[in-house]
């Protein structure tokens, strides 16, 4: 039976009596509910919060880096082939499931859980394909996984060699990422033998260092500390997410020690964060991007000129002031600054409104009314996108452009945003999830990402060959040089109005330790103790 959680006032050391002993709790402010807690079919990083404490990947990264280490993860170590098709993991011994009121596995991890992860990902004949509605398999698909891997061969218990129809330079990277969990082939067999499969979403069963306990719909999540963790174990013995939509309620919350890491406050409260002694401000560089996507497959948006013209319309000086408030830099390419292969010879639209207005008279476009959506949540890449979304709607109005602004709930807008019959254009962004270009360029812009990630429902064959292409080749330079000319296509064709980059900013009560920010804005709790 789930329970209710309290949250806990005065104090973020909170003192639970477990047994006769002290338990330390970590209370984690989050800014939205997960679409549920199967890491596979999602891909928002609320999600991924969410299922972090759940779930391991066979390569993880290393802490507050985008290096992949060998070790860290599930695998022991992996092998390549000499033409780049087979990769060969070997899986760490002993490593144990959950074992939780409403499952007890019978064995440890092997390869045959390593196999289900992916094949229920791609094989369409397979129940579990899509096992509760609305499911589908957004990265996967997006990151052209399908066509990628030929085969997944179970070596032996402990071994499983994925075998590939074209090098891929990126993917022991992509290993890494959240689509790639691993979860529990007997859990999946008793839900399905117990015709209740849509539990695999609600009730999750993995490897990590925390055991889901239960989940208050857009209240509460609470976690465990798995003491039988393959690991280190977790530094606190409570996980608690407080569910808090609003970020200056989350400031409050923080200031009066009823969470204690709080993420994306609003630009305007930092310097009062700042100046508190119980709280502490970690930022760094944001790996991002914050875009408004048109929808290309719609009139008139399917002209590159009238996007052109939008873009010009666009005052994003005034954006990054409003909204970002000295947090933010303008972004002029899909892929962040700090990226390798970014593009530094292309320069941004001019914002021009009186050139802006003649080209969409130019073009036919006339009392043109359009919707604008904007996210109901912080996001790393945009604090406040119903302010972002009002600024734009000033500024299209100047060029005789009307906007009506609409949102829905946060997996709700989500879900919608991928439909192909979508209207207007979207307020959405990205964080990066492994470090390389492909994972902003091909999981955003690909063809292969229409009707998922690609919120511009933009397929441009140039572009997607100059992508495709550079996943091929090993060397970084001669990949930088095709992810190159695939931002002058991106700008030429201009599917999005690039908006900002922003700088991450997390504030963390001072009696907290071991918390690492990750470049990836995925929040990470097992190394964290609280004093």
Same mark, same amino acid.
């Given at each position: 039976?789930?329970? +209710?959680?309290?949250?806990?006032?005065?104090?973020?050391?909170?003192?639970? =009596?477990?047994?006769?002993?002290?338990?330390? $709790?970590?209370?984690?402010?989050?800014?939205?509910?997960?679409?549920?807690?199967?890491?596979?079919?999602?891909?928002?990083?609320?999600?991924?919060?969410?299922?972090?404490?759940?779930?391991?990947?066979?390569?993880?990264?290393?802490?507050? +880096?985008?290096?992949?280490?060998?070790?860290?993860?599930?695998?022991?170590?992996?092998?390549?082939?000499?033409?780049?098709?087979?990769? $060969?993991?070997?899986?760490?011994?002993?490593?144990?499931?959950?074992? $939780?009121?409403?499952?007890?596995?019978?064995?440890?991890?092997?390869?045959?859980?390593? =196999?289900?992860?992916?094949?229920?990902?791609?094989?369409?004949?397979?129940?579990?394909?899509?096992?509760?509605?609305?499911?589908?398999?957004?990265?996967?698909?997006?990151?052209?996984?399908?066509?990628?891997?030929?085969?997944?061969?179970?070596?032996?218990?402990?071994?499983?060699?994925?075998?590939?129809?074209?090098?891929?330079?990126?993917? *022991?990277?992509?290993?890494?990422?959240?689509?790639?969990?691993?979860?529990?082939?007997?859990?999946?067999?008793?839900?399905?033998?117990?015709?209740?499969?849509?539990?695999?979403?609600?009730?999750?069963?993995?490897?990590?260092?925390?055991?889901?306990?239960?989940?208050?719909?857009?209240?509460?999540?609470?976690?465990?500390?798995?003491?039988?963790?393959?690991?280190?174990?977790?530094?606190?013995?409570?996980?608690?997410?407080?569910? +808090?939509?609003?970020?200056?309620?989350?400031?409050?919350?923080?200031?009066?020690?009823?969470?204690?890491?709080?993420?994306?406050?609003?630009?305007?409260? *930092?310097?009062?964060?700042?100046?508190?002694?119980?709280?502490?401000?970690?930022?760094?560089?944001?790996?991002?991007?914050?875009?408004?996507?048109?929808?290309?497959?719609?009139?008139?948006?399917?002209?590159?000129?009238?996007?052109?013209?939008?873009?010009?319309?666009?005052?994003?000086?005034?954006?990054?002031?409003?909204?970002?408030?000295?947090?933010?830099?303008?972004?002029?390419?899909?892929?962040?600054?700090?990226?390798?292969?970014?593009?530094?010879?292309?320069?941004?639209?001019?914002?021009?409104?009186?050139?802006?207005?003649?080209?969409?008279?130019?073009?036919?476009?006339?009392?043109?009314?359009?919707?604008?959506?904007?996210?109901?949540?912080?996001?790393?890449?945009?604090?406040?996108?119903?302010?972002?979304?009002?600024?734009?709607?000033?500024?299209?109005?100047?060029?005789?452009? $009307?906007?009506?602004?609409?949102?829905?709930?946060?997996?709700?807008?989500?879900?919608?945003?991928?439909?192909? +019959?979508?209207?207007?254009?979207?307020?959405?962004?990205?964080?990066?999830?492994?470090?390389?270009?492909?994972?902003?360029?091909?999981?955003?812009?690909?063809?292969?990402?229409?009707?998922?990630?690609?919120?511009?429902?933009?397929?441009?064959?140039?572009?997607?060959?100059?992508?495709?292409?550079?996943?091929?080749?090993?060397?970084?330079?001669?990949?930088?040089?095709?992810?190159?000319?695939?931002?002058?296509?991106?700008?030429?064709?201009?599917?999005?109005?690039?908006?900002?980059?922003?700088?991450?900013?997390?504030?963390?009560?001072?009696?907290?330790?071991?918390?690492?920010?990750?470049?990836?804005? =995925?929040?990470?709790?097992?190394?964290?103790?609280?004093?």
């Amino acid at each position: 039976m789930r329970k +209710t959680v309290a949250l806990f006032a005065a104090t973020a050391f909170a003192t639970l =009596i477990s047994g006769g002993a002290l338990a330390q $709790t970590l209370v984690y402010c989050s800014e939205g509910s997960p679409e549920g807690f199967d890491p596979g079919p999602f891909t928002a990083g609320t999600t991924f919060d969410a299922t972090r404490p759940v779930y391991d990947r066979l390569v993880h990264f290393e802490p507050g +880096t985008t290096s992949v280490v060998p070790g860290l993860g599930l695998a022991e170590s992996w092998d390549v082939s000499d033409d780049g098709l087979t990769y $060969t993991f070997h899986i760490k011994p002993g490593v144990k499931f959950h074992t $939780t009121g409403y499952f007890t596995p019978t064995r440890d991890l092997n390869a045959d859980d390593v =196999i289900f992860s992916f094949t229920r990902q791609s094989d369409q004949s397979s129940p579990w394909y899509q096992y509760s509605p609305g499911i589908s398999w957004e990265y996967y698909n997006a990151m052209s996984m399908p066509d990628l891997i030929a085969s997944i061969e179970r070596v032996d218990d402990l071994t499983v060699a994925f075998h590939l129809t074209r090098p891929e330079a990126p993917f *022991i990277a992509n290993m890494g990422m959240d689509f790639a969990s691993i979860v529990s082939k007997e859990y999946a067999d008793q839900l399905q033998a117990a015709g209740n499969m849509v539990q695999f979403n609600q009730m999750p069963i993995g490897t990590g260092p925390f055991e889901f306990v239960a989940y208050q719909q857009d209240a509460t999540i609470r976690y465990a500390r798995f003491d039988d963790y393959w690991g280190t174990p977790a530094g606190v013995e409570n996980l608690i997410f407080s569910i +808090t939509v609003d970020a200056s309620v989350r400031a409050q919350k923080l200031i009066a020690g009823e969470c204690d890491i709080m993420p994306y406050p609003n630009p305007a409260d *930092i310097a009062m964060l700042a100046a508190n002694p119980n709280i502490v401000l970690e930022q760094q560089e944001g790996l991002n991007v914050g875009f408004l996507a048109y929808n290309t497959q719609q009139a008139p948006f399917d002209n590159p000129q009238v996007r052109t013209a939008l873009n010009m319309a666009i005052n994003k000086p005034a954006i990054l002031e409003a909204v970002y408030q000295g947090f933010g830099q303008a972004a002029i390419n899909p892929i962040p600054p700090t990226m390798w292969s970014y593009n530094t010879n292309i320069q941004d639209w001019e914002y021009n409104p009186t050139a802006a207005r003649a080209m969409l008279e130019a073009a036919g476009v006339t009392n043109l009314t359009m919707n604008v959506w904007a996210m109901p949540v912080s996001r790393p890449y945009n604090p406040n996108a119903r302010r972002m979304a009002e600024l734009i709607q000033a500024d299209f109005a100047a060029v005789g452009v $009307t906007v009506n602004i609409v949102s829905y709930e946060w997996g709700e807008y989500l879900a919608r945003s991928q439909e192909v +019959t979508r209207d207007g254009a979207v307020l959405l962004g990205w964080n990066g999830d492994n470090g390389d270009p492909d994972n902003f360029l091909a999981v955003l812009l690909g063809c292969d990402a229409v009707g998922g990630a690609n919120r511009a429902q933009w397929c441009n064959a140039e572009f997607d060959a100059l992508v495709q292409q550079a996943k091929t080749v090993a060397d970084q330079d001669e990949r930088a040089a095709l992810y190159m000319q695939a931002q002058e296509i991106f700008h030429a064709e201009a599917p999005w109005a690039p908006i900002a980059h922003s700088v991450a900013v997390m504030p963390v009560r001072s009696n907290v330790q071991g918390y690492v920010m990750n470049p990836f804005a =995925i929040h990470e709790f097992a190394t964290v103790t609280v004093q």
